[in-house]
């Protein structure tokens, strides 16, 4: 943003819509945007990960409003939700616009803005991360575990917008993400050796690493990463 405020300098809650609109389409696939418009099948609505995208944000919207309603960080369900949505769209389109200082929200908030920074959209967007269709496919072959442990003997297979998944790719995709959490907290790793407390290390190694933008800590969303010596 051009202002040291972010788009929160403005405090008008029509610039705060229009960039959550479009913050929110700039982080899925652009491929589906474009099908969607010349009316192809393969379009945003028949999408599993879009749909796995936008119901998560949705959920994690709600949550978010009634945490900050209910824990007294704003005094109307208009106010939690006009914050909570912006800052969540936000972190996870990795637009890294802010409207609020989330260094003052509950635990629950800051842990569900985590989350997002570390998912991120969807593959074929602007955005970074680890992208809604690893996490996708990953809480998928979750489930499929699950059940093979309970039925030794049953045949599952992860499947995906109705095709089934090889192996080899859900291999690769756990590898990815493991390989993503290792690195970010290496980084955290990193940066506390400078004396930075875990919260401000942690949050910047991961909002380094996925282009996110704001962390917690020192490089909070009304804060930059200016006092960091690495």
């Given at each position: 943003s051009t202002k040291?405020?972010?788009?929160g300098?403005y405090?008008?809650?029509?610039?705060?819509?229009?960039c959550?609109?479009f913050m929110?389409?700039?982080s899925?696939?652009?491929?589906?945007?474009?099908s969607?418009?010349?009316?192809?099948?393969?379009?945003i609505?028949r999408?599993?990960?879009?749909?796995?995208?936008?119901?998560?944000?949705?959920?994690?919207i709600?949550?978010?409003?009634?945490?900050?309603?209910?824990?007294?960080n704003?005094e109307?369900?208009g106010e939690?939700?006009?914050?909570?949505?912006?800052?969540?769209?936000?972190?996870?389109?990795?637009?890294?616009?802010?409207?609020?200082n989330t260094?003052?929200?509950?635990?629950?908030?800051?842990l569900?803005?985590?989350?997002?920074g570390f998912?991120?959209?969807?593959?074929?967007?602007?955005?970074?991360g680890?992208?809604?269709?690893?996490?996708l496919?990953?809480?998928?072959?979750l489930?499929?575990?699950?059940i093979?442990q309970?039925h030794?003997?049953?045949?599952?297979r992860v499947?995906?917008?109705?095709?089934?998944?090889e192996?080899?790719l859900?291999?690769?995709?756990t590898?990815?993400?493991?390989?993503?959490?290792?690195?970010?907290?290496?980084?955290?790793?990193?940066?506390?050796?400078t004396?930075?407390d875990?919260?401000t290390?942690f949050?910047?190694?991961?909002?380094?690493?996925?282009?996110v933008?704001?962390?917690?800590?020192?490089?909070?969303?009304v804060?930059n990463?200016?006092s960091l010596?690495?």
């Open positions: 040291n405020m972010s788009i300098a405090n008008n809650i029509w610039i705060d819509i229009i959550i609109i929110l389409i700039a899925i696939h652009f491929g589906l945007i474009f969607t418009f010349i009316r192809n099948k393969n379009n609505f999408s599993e990960v879009v749909r796995f995208y936008i119901f998560g944000i949705i959920a994690m709600i949550c978010t409003m009634l945490n900050l309603k209910f824990s007294g704003y109307t369900f939690a939700l006009r914050y909570g949505s912006f800052q969540i769209v936000s972190v996870i389109s990795t637009t890294g616009f802010a409207t609020a260094n003052l929200w509950t635990p629950f908030a800051i569900i803005l985590i989350y997002c998912q991120c959209g969807c593959a074929g967007s602007t955005t970074g680890l992208k809604a269709d690893r996490m496919l990953l809480f998928k072959a489930k499929v575990r699950i093979q309970q030794p003997n049953a045949v599952v499947k995906l917008d109705g095709l089934s998944q192996n080899s859900i291999s690769t995709v590898l990815y993400i493991v390989l993503y959490l290792v690195l970010a907290l290496a980084g955290g790793l990193l940066i506390s050796l004396g930075e875990l919260l290390s949050s910047a190694s991961y909002a380094s690493l996925g282009n933008g704001p962390g917690f800590g020192k490089v909070g969303s804060d990463f200016a010596t690495v």
